[in-house]
């Protein structure tokens, strides 16, 4: 679902709006079409046991969405600009250090960097990749020189790049 609903819901044939909506009854249709069963009750158990809360119903309940972590063409969500904290962290593997110490953190196919305000967190997301280090992002002073930032319904802060200026690093 997290697959569908973030960055490929052509390969269901399913449609989401600009806002990355779409109806759960399209979703349960489309993906028994491709031979994978989903039912409400299956996609509300999903959405409700979510630790990352990556998914959220619209407020009659008929549509779903991923709240942040797109890469879909499709979807070009529109959120607020905020003020961010002081820092805020992104986890990585250590093996992505000297790119990131070159380049900074790019969105890569996705539409933003993906920043947390949890240490830990950030930890156990780079331990998906490797042996994992924590970026501390200087996130006030990015915004104090014109970056915008954005908050995601599951509190995952949003921004379009992070140069390397702007980070410190640690194992």
């Known amino acids: ?30 993906a028994e079409s491709v031979g994978k069963f989903l039912s409400y009750e299956t996609i509300s158990n999903i959405v409700s046991r979510s630790d990352k809360k990556r998914f959220e119903r619209s407020e009659n309940g008929a549509n779903i969405r991923a709240v942040q972590g797109h890469s879909s063409e499709s979807v070009k969500r529109k959120y607020s600009a905020l003020q961010p904290p002081d820092f805020l962290y992104h986890g990585t593997a250590t093996r992505f250090l000297d790119s990131i110490r070159k380049k900074g953190l790019l969105h ?25 280090v924590v970026l501390r992002i200087k996130s ?12 995601a319904e599951n509190d995952v802060w949003l921004t379009l790049k992070v140069p390397p200026e ?6």
């Open 1 to 30: 679902m997290s697959y569908v609903l973030r960055h490929k819901p052509e390969v269901i044939g399913l449609l989401l709006d600009v806002e990355g909506w779409a109806s759960i009854e399209d979703l349960i249709k489309e």
């Open 108 to 132: 890569g196919a996705r539409h933003h960097v993906h920043l947390t305000e949890n240490e830990v967190l950030a930890h156990d997301v780079g331990l998906r990749y490797g042996r994992s």
């Open 140 to 151: 006030y002073q990015m915004f104090l020189n014109g970056f915008k930032f954005f908050r």
């Open 166 to 171: 702007f980070i410190d690093m640690w194992d």
